[in-house]
């Protein structure tokens, strides 16, 4: 089975060895004044994600590099910034089983909690990349809209629909350039990674291969 790991952005090099993903309870036990034990169910916690990856300083055979990163140092800068910036990001594995089969993916929204970057003597050169990511789910208040009928007193919502102006859209183009794969070919053109197989399913007359995109070919965009 391969594997492609994402972090934001950045494909890993090479893929980590384990991912565990933990989904923490939070549910709570009290005992009643009979002496009874009693469980009360919470909803989950959210997901935590540690990974150990290896980021090569010299070019491995086995290490892929797809343009998003070229180099340990880029990489450590990006962790930086996110680190930096407290804005989440996607976690994504992209599983692809013999005979090109598809296996469920991973994409979680995340938050980067701690890393740490350690020189070890097994790995030669390379760096030892440890990373502590958190579940992100967003939140905030809900603005309703309240109307009070001339004949009643009770107040009603009304959902306020934007009017569309002009024709929509026609499909779009997309050449493809040195570097390019199709999550981040969807990242940058339809903000979400993850849509890479509506671009595969609509280029299939093309693509035999979703890991193999040349460039200069023309891919047709999904709306």
């Not at 579940?135 to 009304?158: A, L, R, W």
């Amino acid at each position: 089975m391969g594997y492609e790991v994402y972090i934001d952005d950045m494909r890993l090099p090479i893929p980590p060895e384990k991912i565990p993903i933990k989904y923490p309870g939070q549910n709570k036990t009290s005992v009643l004044i009979n002496g009874e034990e009693v469980n009360m169910v919470r909803p989950p916690g959210l997901a935590e994600i540690t990974i150990d990856a290896v980021i090569p300083q010299v070019n491995y055979p086995c290490a892929v590099w797809d343009g998003s990163i070229d180099r340990a140092e880029d990489f450590l800068e990006h962790l930086k910034s996110l680190k930096e910036s407290r804005e989440p990001f996607e976690f994504i594995v992209i599983r692809n089983g013999p005979g090109r089969n598809d296996f469920f993916d991973t994409n979680i929204n995340v938050t980067l909690e701690d890393y740490s970057v350690s020189d070890d003597v097994n790995e030669g050169l390379d760096l030892t990349v440890s990373l502590s990511m958190k579940e992100y789910k967003n939140y905030g208040t809900k603005i309703m809209e309240f109307k009070i009928k001339e004949d009643q007193n009770t107040p009603e919502t009304t959902d306020t629909i934007p009017e569309r102006e002009g024709t929509l859209p026609t499909s779009e183009m997309y050449t493809v350039q040195k570097g390019d794969c199709l999550w981040n070919i969807a990242k940058k053109r339809l903000g979400n990674g993850n849509r890479w197989r509506e671009i595969y399913d609509l280029n299939r007359d093309k693509i035999s291969n979703p890991n193999i995109i040349q460039p200069g070919w023309v891919l047709t965009m999904p709306l």
